[in-house]
C-alpha cells in the first residue's frame, strides 16, 4: 500500500506542468502560466550595459532553444536562456543611466563630447553603473578602442588608454579637482 501511494505521488509530480511567466498579448507579464509537458520556462539573455535581448517570458518546447538561439518559429533566430523549476524565468530587476559619449580627432589628440547623444545604459540593480572614455596618450601611438566613450568597464588590462568612473554620466570631458589649500597658498604668494 505504500509502495503504491509513492509510486502515484511520483506519477502526479512527474506529470504536474511546469508553471512560468508569460507576457500576454497586452504586453502584461502574468506568473504562473500552465506550461504544460514538454516545456520549459524561457526569457530573453541579458546583455550587460544593454538590457535583455531576444525573446519575451514564454514557455518553450525543450528542443527550440538550442546555444542560446530560437532555432524554429515566429521567434526563430532570437537570443532565448531556459529554466524548468517554478518560475524560473522571472526577470531581474535593471536600471538605466547615461554615459556621455565623444568624438576622437586624431589629429588634434582630443575628445568631443557629442551634442544630444548620450548612451542610455541598462544594468542589473545590484551592478555598479559604470561609464568609460578614452584616456588621450602621449606619444604617436594611440589606442582608440574606448574613443566613443558610453557604456562600459574598460579591460583587464586597458587602463593606460581608458578611464572607468561609476554613476551617471560620471565620464565627462574635462575632470577639474582642485585643493583648496594648495590654490589659497598659490594665489596669497602671488599677492
Not at 70 to 77: L, P, V
Amino acid at each position: 500500500m505504500k509502495l503504491f501511494f509513492i509510486v502515484s505521488c511520483a506519477l502526479v509530480l512527474s506529470t504536474s506542468a511546469l508553471k512560468c511567466y508569460e507576457k500576454d498579448g497586452e504586453g502584461k507579464v502574468n506568473a504562473d502560466k500552465d506550461c504544460g509537458a514538454d516545456k520549459v520556462c524561457a526569457m530573453g539573455v541579458f546583455v550587460p550595459f544593454e538590457g535583455y535581448k531576444g525573446i519575451d517570458q514564454m514557455c518553450l518546447v525543450k528542443s527550440t532553444c538550442v546555444s542560446g538561439k530560437i532555432t524554429e518559429g515566429d521567434n526563430k533566430d532570437k537570443q532565448c536562456d531556459t529554466c524548468d523549476t517554478e518560475n524560473c524565468n522571472k526577470l531581474v530587476e535593471t536600471e538605466e543611466y547615461k554615459c556621455y559619449m565623444y568624438t576622437y580627432d586624431a589629429a588634434k589628440k582630443t575628445l568631443t563630447k557629442k551634442a544630444d547623444a548620450d548612451a542610455t545604459c541598462v544594468v542589473k540593480k545590484a551592478d555598479p553603473k559604470t561609464c568609460v572614455k578614452m584616456k588621450i596618450q602621449d606619444g604617436d601611438t594611440q589606442n582608440d578602442k574606448y574613443k566613443d566613450g558610453g557604456c562600459g568597464k574598460c579591460g583587464e588590462n586597458d587602463s593606460a588608454f581608458c578611464e572607468q568612473c561609476e554613476g551617471d554620466k560620471c565620464n565627462s570631458a574635462v575632470k577639474v579637482t582642485v585643493n583648496v589649500l594648495a590654490l589659497f597658498a598659490v594665489l596669497k604668494a602671488l599677492f
